[in-house]
């Protein structure tokens, strides 16, 4: 419609200039030109709008003699398109050439990575103005030549407001906050985007507070904001929880009339999430109906870090029913959201809708897959989706190294170390902490020395609590329990109870009184109230028959009203979770569950399993320790596992308790009674039981 207009005017024009008079004829010539002229630029600028440059280029090439401003538009086109080349082809032809022609080709190189050119060109520059120079500064930014383009902004002979901005905004990118903000004390002129830039670069610098007082200082100067400068204040507030500000913000929203701006919206959503007013997030969400992905992500979010992961997988679900498309924060969102819950079953639907939309190979979602599946019990899924992930960062790395150790794969973590080095990542502290955790979770002693050592000489890293406190449990297990003590009292940092108590740990595995002692007087000392610390001696008492300091451990337990955590197991299936107490008779399949056990009991006598009674550290007869070992919780989950799942298929156990040492030779015949992999999580590692033998190979 719009090109038959535009033929439609030619042609009036042309009507009723015949009917005038021969002595205007040259009036007629004059008007014909100027109408088509006019109509001819109409044309071209019409079709480059709807990004149809070969049309544009048609009309541009029926022009006899196309004025400058015609060329400079035209160049303009093929350069926001992309195409530099033609943008360069008929920059070279014009004679005369301007500074809208002169910087679109700049700005075309900037955007198709030729920096070089870019350079080149505005080196050639007979005559620079303003945008000129602002646009370089802004290419070497963008380019990472920071001291380029701070040079550049120095030299500029005038600078506008937009100059002051862009490198404001450079600074602020950069990390270089105080010469952000010293820079921007000294403009001589500030606009709306100066307040913007400074707000959002200080909030994004861990600097919230201070972002906070300069949008105070912004209002107080009367200088309006824009819904970008809202949605930073919010994002600023949502950091420190600033319920009151907050809130003004909100108002303010309303009043400048941004309500139903989607990312003001989804800004307002993440501040609710953050103060933890969750039911305010959902009303905001209601308020707006849009199906942007960005708003459902926010609310996603904000149940998601409320701990309502139910509520947030709900909402992945109704996104997906509704044909609203996840991006990468909301599939990041949702199975962090699976982590928590451990719902494999879950996180396995939201892969399959990943896989869908090419998602799956995406680093960030990728690196989520990864972790769900090695922190829910999968080590194998996760290293399939590590291997198709195509451009590997760090996250990666850390994430399969650090689910291999955990899984009692070392072989598996070295490899992939040695991978990452010669992939050209450089490794950071929690590469390490994944390595040291490999060699401690299989006894790699020699090898856990050597990257110790290696580490306190690494470059890019030091060594931090969490590398001594692995070299400490790697001595300690390994039974060079001086060894690990004189490391751990020479740490140059404040040891926590949590490193004190890998050193009991292991005395209760090698039976040594006298530094475990020494250890819990330490623990006693950081935290006078460590249940683990009282229960862990009060076993090593027990387990050498010092019966009457197991009594004193108890009166000091209840002294320091130490209260010792009840152990449990649960299994997580069709998204709910089941847990279990030992002797637990209050879930409603109790009698299937206790039938299945005593099956369970008597097939474990015919494989020649004898219950270890030093595993129950009561004063009590033998019978009543086999009886209470039978009943434990991990056991109680494994038999409503067995009850509920289909033969052949995977039984995932998690504890909040290590495993003891009867329930490990256990499960391990169990595997092998039901023909059924089974794997058990506690606090330190998985156990992968399968065959009658443990991934863990009894190191643990």
């Given amino acids: 419609m719009p090109v038959f207009r535009a033929t439609f005017r030619i042609f009036k024009s042309h009507v009723i200039s015949t009917k005038l008079s021969k002595k205007s004829s040259q009036g007629f010539q004059f008007n014909v030109k100027a109408a088509t002229g006019s109509s001819d630029k109409f044309l071209v600028s019409y079709h480059l709008k709807n990004h149809r440059l070969d049309q544009a280029r048609v009309v541009f090439d029926g022009i006899r003699s196309p004025d400058v401003q015609l060329c400079s538009m035209m160049i303009t086109g093929y350069a926001r398109n992309g195409r530099i080349s033609d943008a360069m082809m008929l920059f070279d032809k014009m004679r005369h050439r301007d500074f809208v022609a002169w910087n679109s080709m700049i700005k075309g190189c900037l955007d198709c990575g030729d920096l070089a050119m870019a350079r080149s060109l505005f080196d050639e520059m007979p005559e620079k103005n303003v945008v000129s120079w602002t646009t370089m500064v802004d290419g070497y930014l963008r380019y990472g030549r920071f001291e380029v383009a701070e040079s550049l902004f ?3 002979p005038v600078r506008d407001v937009a100059a002051w901005n862009v490198m404001i905004y450079g600074y602020c990118e950069y990390g270089r906050i105080e010469e952000s903000m010293k820079l921007f004390e000294e403009m001589p002129c500030r606009n709306v985007i100066s307040w913007t830039s400074m707000i959002a670069g200080l909030d994004q610098n861990g600097k919230s507070e201070e972002a906070l007082s300069l949008f105070r200082e912004m209002m107080d100067s009367g200088v309006e904001p824009t819904s970008n400068t809202l949605a930073s204040v919010l994002t600023a507030c949502a950091n420190v929880a600033d319920s009151n500000l907050g809130t003004q ?56 870090v409320n701990c309502k992961h139910e509520d947030a997988l709900r909402v992945f679900c109704i996104m997906i029913k509704v044909n609203v498309l996840p991006n990468q924060a909301t599939f990041i969102s949702a199975l962090n959201s699976c982590c928590e819950l451990e719902a494999l079953d879950k996180g396995r639907e939201i892969h399959t809708v990943a896989f869908k939309l090419g998602l799956d190979t995406d680093v960030y979602v990728g690196n989520s897959l990864l972790i769900m599946y090695h922190e829910c019990g999968n080590i194998h899924d996760a290293l399939a989706e590590f291997k198709i992930i195509k451009e590997k960062n760090v996250v990666s790395w850390n994430a399969i190294i650090t689910g291999s150790a955990q899984h009692g794969y070392a072989i598996w973590a070295l490899i992939f170390y040695t991978q990452m080095i010669r992939a050209g990542v450089d490794p950071d502290e929690i590469t390490f902490t994944g390595i040291l955790s490999a060699c401690n979770h299989s006894g790699l002693l020699q090898k856990g020395r050597c990257f110790f050592k290696y580490i306190s000489r690494y470059k890019v890293t030091k060594l931090k609590l969490q590398h001594y406190a692995c070299m400490v449990d790697i001595l300690s297990r390994s039974g060079k329990l001086d060894e690990a003590e004189e490391l751990l009292r020479n740490i140059p940092m404040q040891a926590n109870s949590m490193v004190w108590l890998a050193l009991l740990s292991a005395c209760r595995i090698h039976s040594n009184i006298a530094i475990a002692e020494r250890a819990a007087k330490c623990i006693f000392e950081l935290e006078p109230h460590c249940s683990a610390a009282y229960v862990l001696l009060s076993n090593l008492y027990a387990s050498a028959g010092r019966w009457e300091d197991v009594l004193k451990m108890r009166a000091k337990m209840k002294e320091g009203r130490a209260m010792k955590v009840r152990g449990s197991s649960w299994v997580v299936l069709k998204g709910r979770r089941h847990e279990f107490l030992s002797a637990d008779r209050s879930h409603p399949q109790t009698e299937k569950i206790y039938e299945k056990l005593d099956w369970l009991g008597g097939k474990l006598k015919e494989f020649g399993y004898i219950p270890d009674p030093n595993f129950v550290l009561h004063d009590v007869e033998d019978e009543q320790k086999e009886e209470t070992l039978s009943y434990h919780s991990e056991r109680l989950a494994i038999a409503f596992g067995l009850v509920n799942s289909v033969e052949g298929s995977v039984i995932t156990v998690m504890k909040n308790l290590r495993v003891c040492g009867d329930c490990h030779a256990a499960i391990k015949i169990m595997s092998k009674i039901v023909s059924r992999e089974i794997v058990v999580r506690d606090p330190r590692r998985f156990h992968h039981f399968k065959k009658g033998i443990c991934s863990c190979g009894d190191y643990w």
């Fill in 154 to 156: 120095w030299d500029m």
């Fill in 249 to 304: 913000v909100h108002g303010l929203v309303v009043k400048l009339g941004y309500l139903f701006d989607e990312f003001i919206s989804a800004s307002l959503m993440t501040w609710y999430a953050k103060c933890k007013e969750v039911d305010y997030c959902r009303k905001v969400f209601n308020e707006i109906v849009s199906r942007n992905p960005v708003i459902w992500t926010a609310l996603l979010s904000g149940y998601s």
